[in-house]
């Protein structure tokens, strides 16, 4: 694998193994999993690979195969505060691990992903699992997939400074081929979810709009503490324990007001998705992921021109829904379509975008994949 030569490359020896983490894509519950509610995703066929070895002392070697200047510079970092960039995904990990009591020195890895980065993807969730995965192995700490993705949680969260939910790293650590995953963010309780789309005659097709807003820039943290300041002011510990909506609404205003509404009604979205596909009615859930998508524009305020265009366009050319996926200001949109139909909906789609003198967005066909697990 091409991991496993550039490692030779690069540090002289052969890696003790190579372990991959995928991407995932939410079909439903944004942000929902840091209210302690309830969200959808499934892992995607793309995904990062760390070829790793263990070192003998502090120090950590990396070398990422995507660097931005195309070089192979191998970095070193024998001090967290020397972590700078995406370095700090990975160092993060080892930090948290550290923190947590176990036993891990330094290593030296290479990187290899192929996740489309900046499409809301969550390549940064893969990268952090990957490395966890690697070192639970290498130093046989004996974590269980929830353990790793609670520490890359916290690696993205106190390390990096992205004050990001669970879902991300529990899709990537928790992913079963053919199937989304339902979990609890409160409880950490999670559940397959059988997404068998080719048997049902349709695919979940991802539109990057290419547009790429960084998360941890404000926005992202503002929504949250506009979640918490109306959790605090409604006297819950999270919004997921509102129960009358209508009351809540009533004791609450502007943004708060907004982001409220939009929770309280994806969480229920969410079980609804979950009771159609049980109940074997694929196509119906359309109109929930339709509903989803004006929620997270109007209430959470997270879309953007891109996105909605794409939306409106997928529906328009045949979809039977669409929207937004991940944390917004750009990224994807997903659209559930029938096979069909496929062609129609990328022209319908490309020709939105081709009108407003916009790049052409890129097509990405997802089918559930398995979550993380040792290559070789």
Known sequence: MRGAEAFRTAFGRDPEGLWHAPG?????????????GFVLPFAVPWGVTAAAARRDDDTVRLLSLQAADGSAHVERISAYDQAEGWTRYVVG????????????????????GDVPRGAGLSSSAALEVSVALALNDLYELGLGGLDLALLAQKAENDFVGMPCGIMDQAASALG????????DCRSLATRAVPLDLAAEGFQVLIIDTGVHHELADGQYARRRQDCENAAKRLGVESLRDVTDLAAALAALEGDERRRTQHVVTENHRVEAV??????????????????SHLSLRD?????????????EAAVRGGARGARMTGGG????????????????VREEVARSYAERGWAPPRFLPATPAPGARRLA
């Open 24 to 36: 995932r894509v939410n079909l439903i519950g944004e942000h929902t999993d840091y209210n302690g």
């Open 93 to 112: 990990v080892f930090w948290a691990l550290r923190r947590a009591g176990h036993p891990v020195r330094g290593a030296d890895l290479v990187i290899d």
């Open 176 to 183: 079963k081929e053919g199937h989304a995953l339902f979990m």
């Open 274 to 291: 979950i009771g159609l596909l049980r109940a074997g009615a694929l196509p119906e859930i359309g109109a929930l992921l339709n509903a």
């Open 299 to 311: 209430q959470y305020e997270v879309s953007c021109a891109e996105l909605d265009v794409a939306v």
């Open 329 to 344: 200001f750009g990224g994807s949109a997903i659209a559930l379509v029938a096979a069909d139909r496929l062609d129609r």
